[in-house]
């Protein structure tokens, strides 16, 4: 570029700098920024840091500034038959250590769980803005949309302790046929009676696996309102081909009928006797995977999170072999650093795939230190501790 042509194109770039300063006096909206994005820690697959400073510890080395912790029994961080006195002292514990409580995970089912009302209180009172909960089933042989409807004054009972408390519960769905939630709609349906400011849904990406990817971009748009949380988790259906691949109809058998009905679904390399052999229906298995290397789309995910507005948090759960950390063991069998490593790497998988998507993800910089360079961890939705705004995705 010449100096004539150098000098041409700043003249532009003056000109089209005026007309924006114009435009932004005359009140013309200005570009929409990036969503904001940061993942919390699922403190239950960090059990084995038992103390609030080996924890800490433990999620800084993951770069991250915040941790959704584990109330319950043996095990969990914070004894739930002590949760009035234990939940601050040790929410007090990580914040001296630099990490922030958005989020709590409590054993309760409703409303009327023994420890509900002091679990939500002590939590609230703590600065915690959301929790989650589990646990509705239906009993198996009665009307489907009769027990349905029967949830919805629990669910509402609980909304109200909800508002009480002013924090967000929000209910984590199940794979299985006799939990609530597993088929997605059911959940909405019953949420889709309170209030969505304090009650939702925290969505598991494995547990409501979809194969057909367009499906999640369904559930997303239509409980919009309702998606509370994510839990982004990965798992992959595959088809467990035995060894016996003819079933019935094996050449080499001559009499193909003689056993019972055998297991065709891999294991044992099967019975090459089975009735039915390899055509018994649905011989694939569900399995776990790390973040990335299943069958969730993350670019997909975000780009539809950020198409409905959300701005709750978001969190990895490990439920695959992980020297005991996927079943919130207070001792693992892998060394500290290997774990941690594999925990840091969906953390940095699940960043790449929203990055990808349009959030605004500082990935050279661990959370945590961007948190504190501009005064602290994000805030979660106003509890009674005094914290305002709704999550770190604002």
């Not at 993951?62 to 234990?86: M, R, W």
């Not at 922030?100 to 009327?112: E, F, K, S």
């Not at 009480?164 to 769905?173: A, F, N, Q």
């Not at 019972?260 to 679904?265: E, F, Q, S, V, Y």
């Amino acid at each position: 570029m010449d100096r004539r042509e150098l000098l041409q194109w700043s003249a532009m770039a003056v000109a089209a700098a005026s007309l924006a300063d114009k435009a932004f006096a005359q009140g013309a909206p200005a570009p929409a920024p990036a969503a904001k994005f940061s993942l919390d820690a699922y403190s239950r697959n960090l059990q084995w840091c038992r103390t609030p400073q080996d924890l800490a510890k433990a999620v800084v080395d993951l770069g991250l500034g915040s941790t959704d912790l584990s109330v319950g029994g043996a095990g969990a961080h914070v004894d739930f038959a002590q949760v009035k006195t234990a939940l601050p002292a040790f929410v007090n514990g990580l914040k001296a250590g630099g990490i922030a409580v958005r989020c709590v995970t409590l054993p309760i089912v409703d409303a009327d769980s023994p420890g509900a009302e002091a679990a939500l209180d002590a939590a609230a009172s703590s600065g915690i803005g959301y929790y989650t909960w589990s646990g509705l089933t239906y009993e198996p042989g009665k009307d489907l949309q009769g027990q349905i409807n029967a949830l919805k004054p629990r669910v509402q009972k609980l909304a109200k302790l909800n508002e009480k408390y002013k924090i967000k519960g929000l209910y984590h769905p199940v794979a299985g046929v006799t939990n609530v939630g597993s088929s997605f709609f059911d959940i909405l349906e019953v949420l889709q009676t309170v209030n969505p400011q304090f009650t939702g849904i925290q969505y598991d990406t494995a547990s409501l696996l979809q194969p057909v990817r367009e499906v999640f971009v369904s559930h997303m748009r239509l409980g919009a309102p309702y998606i509370g949380g994510m839990a982004l988790n990965d798992a992959a259906i595959s088809l467990d081909i035995p060894v016996y691949e003819y079933g019935p109809f094996d050449p080499g058998k001559a009499n193909a009928n003689a056993g019972p009905a055998g297991d065709n679904t891999g294991n044992a390399d099967g019975d090459p006797l089975a009735f039915g052999g390899g055509g018994r229906p649905l011989p694939y298995k569900y399995r776990p995977m790390r973040v990335g290397t299943g069958m969730i789309d993350l670019i997909q995910i975000g780009r539809t999170l950020k198409e409905i507005g959300f701005n709750g948090p978001i969190e990895t759960q490990v439920n695959w072999p992980l020297g005991g950390a996927e079943n919130g063991a207070d001792k693992i069998s892998l060394p500290r650093q290997s774990v941690l490593g594999q925990l840091k790497r969906d953390r940095l998988t699940v960043e790449h795939g929203f990055f990808a998507a349009g959030w605004n993800i500082d990935i050279a910089r661990p959370a945590f230190l961007v948190a504190r360079d501009r005064g602290g961890a994000a805030a979660a939705p106003a509890g009674r501790g005094g914290r305002g705004g709704r999550g770190a995705a604002q």
